[in-house]
């Protein structure tokens, strides 16, 4: 089954439980266009390589598309699609006008230099510009790409429209139009996912511990909110393995080390060394993955041991592994609803773009805190009402706001 087929899952069962008029379901399900670009780029020796790249826009019904762009050696069209259709139902549940969208082009960044990479994401924006825009559609940051990425393609952007765009792409610094507390808004957001499902559960926060599987923007912001927010940290991961202090763990001290250590946490003194699969098997009481996609599996998730697992990745969970942590009644935040907070951030950056007027850092948490909050409990009452899993409860709200403009614009009858 490919990914994209996967991700429709749940999607197919909220609709069945909402009698969803099948026309929206099938309108809903394609994205509305994908593209595939060839990228000629001219390497540092000389030679030009052709990087493949793309860009999905699932869906246009709520406003323009949003979503990130991820580069990464795996990156291919069924990734690019799912990633596109998850960013549709996240903006949708968060209530952001918004559709859903999203890019990525195939490169192991790590293996190019930085001439190379700035070249790459300018030839990118080049043969996407005509179909994106702040009306249009909206890139952002995702996986191993960051704010000079940004900064790079808003540069391209402006000369191509020979004009200053800083409202056609989110996650930029704050020098250069971004806003304040975006870099933080996605770990911030999984924490406030994970303090409300603590509520739910009635488990006290000094009571907690949490295992997180991911040290890059996602996994370390979630650490540092979840230090602030009083949880214990026991476990942790990055690509060099995982590390185990039933003490806690300092996400500052941590990454402060790893700044040392050529990026990478092994070797941390004081922890115990583990692989970074066995981290998703601890018996913490909230296990949050905040790496990517398909790590929760039929094969692993019988030996998973959280109480509660809080979706910080893009589809961390697979389809077989939903129906296991059912069955063993371990409830999962799903990622489309507990990962919003960082779209939620762009969604104001973009309006501060629009207004060329700028909040405080203290106003963009506050509102982000009030939006997840609500989305939050959306979800669970929907689940709550129709018996359900909250993924499947993220996508009943998903749905319902998705059909009325369907009708009303007149693409069904
Ligand atoms: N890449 C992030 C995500 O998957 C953020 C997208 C955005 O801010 O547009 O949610």
Redesign the pocket.
């Known amino acids: 089954m490919s990914l994209f087929e996967m991700a429709k899952i749940p999607m197919e069962k909220a609709s069945k439980l909402i009698n969803l008029d099948p026309n929206a379901k099938a309108v809903i399900e394609q994205p509305e266009r994908t593209v595939e670009v060839s990228i000629p780029v001219r390497m540092d020796d000389g030679t030009t390589k052709v990087f493949t790249g793309y860009r999905s826009l699932n869906s246009t019904i709520l406003g323009p598309g ?3 762009v991820r580069f990464h050696q795996n990156v291919c069209l069924d990734e690019v699609k799912t ?1 596109g259709f ?2 549709t139902c ?1 903006c949708a549940i968060a209530g952001l006008p918004y559709g859903g969208g999203k890019g990525g082009v195939i490169v192991d960044p790590r293996k190019v230099s930085t001439g190379e990479l700035e070249r790459i994401t300018r030839g990118y924006i080049d043969r996407i510009a005509p179909l994106i825009g702040e009306k249009k559609d ?5 996986m191993n790409t960051n704010a000079q990425i940004m900064a790079w393609m808003m540069d391209e952007f402006s000369k191509i429209n020979c004009q200053y765009c800083p409202g056609f792409i ?2 930029k610094a704050v020098s250069m139009g971004g806003s304040l507390g975006r870099t933080s808004a ?1 770990g911030r957001g999984v924490i406030t996912a994970v303090c409300e499902i603590l509520k739910k559960k009635g488990i006290a926060i000094k009571d907690a511990t949490v295992a997180i599987q991911g040290f890059g923007n996602v996994g370390s912001w979630t650490a540092k909110c979840a230090k602030a927010a009083g949880l214990k940290i026991v476990a942790i991961s990055d690509i060099s393995g995982g590390l185990v202090d039933p003490n806690g763990f300092d996400p500052d001290k941590l990454e402060a080390y790893a700044k040392t250590n050529k990026g990478v946490i092994a070797g941390y003194p004081g922890a115990k060394a583990i692989s970074g699969e066995a981290v998703l098997e601890q018996d913490v009481t909230v296990l949050i993955p905040a790496a990517m996609e398909l790590q929760i599996t039929g094969k692993n998730a019988n030996n998973i041991k959280a109480k509660i697992v809080v979706e910080a990745a ?1 589809g961390p969970t697979d389809s077989d592994a939903d129906v296991i942590l059912e069955k063993k009644g371990i409830p999962v935040v799903p990622d489309v609803l507990a ?2 907070g ?2 939620t951030v ?1 969604y104001f950056e973009w309006v501060q773009n629009l207004y060329r007027y700028f909040w405080t850092e203290e106003e963009v948490v506050e509102r982000q805190e009030k939006m997840m909050v609500k989305a939050f409990n959306k979800i669970y009452d929907a689940a709550e009402k129709y018996h359900t899993t909250m993924r499947v409860g993220a996508y009943i709200v998903a749905l319902e706001a998705l059909a009325e403009p369907i009708k009303m614009r007149g693409i069904i009858g």
Not at 138 to 142: G, S, V
């Open positions: 949003k979503g990130g990633l998850w960013m996240k909206i890139p952002a940051p995702d989110t996650g996605t893009n990962n919003g960082g779209v762009s």
